[in-house]
């Protein structure tokens, strides 16, 4: 069964630095998506991603963060300058569509920022 | 916002046992789905039950959709140890497209 793949399983970066979450998603999906989960919190939306651009953002998905899709391939996730309470699972996700369409799940990266 | 909330927070039930969740949930959707997240996983999506739908079953699992309640249930019947885990009620809505998921139930299943 098609997945997708999230590198690395679990990163650990020093308060301030900028880390880059990777995804490959579903071949045949059109729509990306990235979450995040804090630990014993909900799983909350940080942003959508179709053709080529954000279809939607959240408020915690600020100027600190930015999404991409360098190739046909891969989409990223990028933090900067990172700080304690982007402490957290970041999930990656793909669905063929936008409505009435299950999402797929990444098995997540563990993010500790120390 | 338009996220679920489910109710119990936990639960834990004897193997064969069924379990029952709910999730609640404050706008118009066009469809309710549940996943299931085994501890330091990711998200498995169970099922989808679209707004039009008020019943959907999928092997042991069974969910239920009263939109005029605003509301959902999944029903796991004859459970299973490896049916612990905990289950998100997630919502797909209305202008915006993007699922928002609930607090999650954690279901504990004894052997």
């Known amino acids: 069964e098609p997945e997708v793949t999230q590198t690395p399983s679990h990163q650990v970066t020093q308060m301030g630095q900028e880390v880059i979450l990777r995804c490959v998603p579903i071949?045949?999906?059109?729509?990306f998506y990235w979450y995040r989960q804090i630990l014993g919190q909900k799983v909350e939306f940080l942003v959508s991603f179709y053709n080529n651009e954000i279809s939607e953002k959240s408020e915690i998905f600020d100027d600190q963060f930015s999404v991409e899709r360098p190739d046909g391939s891969n989409f990223t996730l990028k933090i900067r300058s990172t700080k304690l309470e982007d402490s957290a699972m970041y999930f990656c996700?793909?669905?063929?569509?936008?409505?009435?369409?299950?999402?797929?799940f990444g098995s997540g990266t563990r993010l500790t920022v120390v | 916002s338009q996220q679920g909330e489910e109710d119990p927070q936990a639960l834990s039930i004897q193997e064969g046992e069924n379990a029952t969740m709910n999730c609640s949930y404050k706008t118009s959707i066009n469809n309710l789905q549940w996943y299931r997240q085994n501890s330091g996983r990711g998200l498995v999506h169970l099922i989808l039950?679209?707004?039009?739908?008020r019943e959907k079953h999928s092997g042991r699992l069974r969910v239920t959709l009263d939109t005029s309640k605003k509301s959902s249930s999944l029903l796991i019947t004859a459970s299973r140890a490896a049916d612990t885990a905990s289950y998100f009620c997630?919502?797909?809505?209305?202008?915006?497209?993007?699922?928002?998921f609930g607090a999650g139930t954690t279901v504990t299943v004894r052997a």
């Open positions: 071949s045949n999906h059109l729509y």
């Open positions: 997630a919502t797909d809505g209305q202008p915006d497209y993007k699922l928002s």
């Open positions: 996700a793909s669905s063929v569509g936008s409505i009435n369409y299950g999402y797929t």
């Open positions: 039950i679209r707004s039009n739908e």
